[in-house]
């Protein structure tokens, strides 16, 4: 698994990837932590991945192509769209086409590699 990460240093990641905002990284943290993807640990306030995310993660890296949805370039993208649409270059509706057609195409080809999902949950939690 990845080393811990202190808040700051998490903030600092996600500032350099361009995911959230002053407003809404912390929202971003938060459903990390309820979504049960990492928790908090006293005294360091250190974030640990927790199984789910460990699992999530290496499935991806088990499917046969790429599969990037492990990666922070793609909520950046989304989050660039959006600034798009604020600023008047791109309609809500493209910047909703456009992020629909790249979940689904990940969805899918999640759906055909499930096997990986089974695999990668079978070696964690063995």
């Known amino acids: 698994p990845p080393s811990p990460l202190s808040e700051a240093e998490l903030i600092g990641m996600m500032d350099e990837q361009g995911i959230g ?3 809404t990284i912390a ?3 938060k459903k ?6 990492v928790e908090k640990r006293v005294p360091n306030n250190t974030f640990h991945p927790l199984p789910l ?9 088990r499917m046969p192509q790429a599969f990037d949805l492990g990666v922070p370039h793609l909520r950046a993208e989304m989050e660039r769209d959006m600034g798009k649409v604020c600023s008047g270059q791109m309609t809500r509706q493209e910047c909703v086409d456009k992020t629909v057609d790249m979940m689904r195409g ?5 759906s055909v ?3 990986c999902l089974h695999a ?3 070696a964690i939690l063995a």
């Open 21 to 23: 905002t002053d407003a």
């Open 27 to 29: 929202q971003h943290i």
């Open 32 to 37: 990390t932590l309820d979504r049960g993807y």
């Open 53 to 61: 995310s460990r699992i999530l993660l290496d499935s991806y890296t």
């Open 106 to 110: 990940l969805y899918r080809h999640a």
């Open 113 to 115: 590699n499930s096997r």
């Open 120 to 122: 990668a949950a079978a």
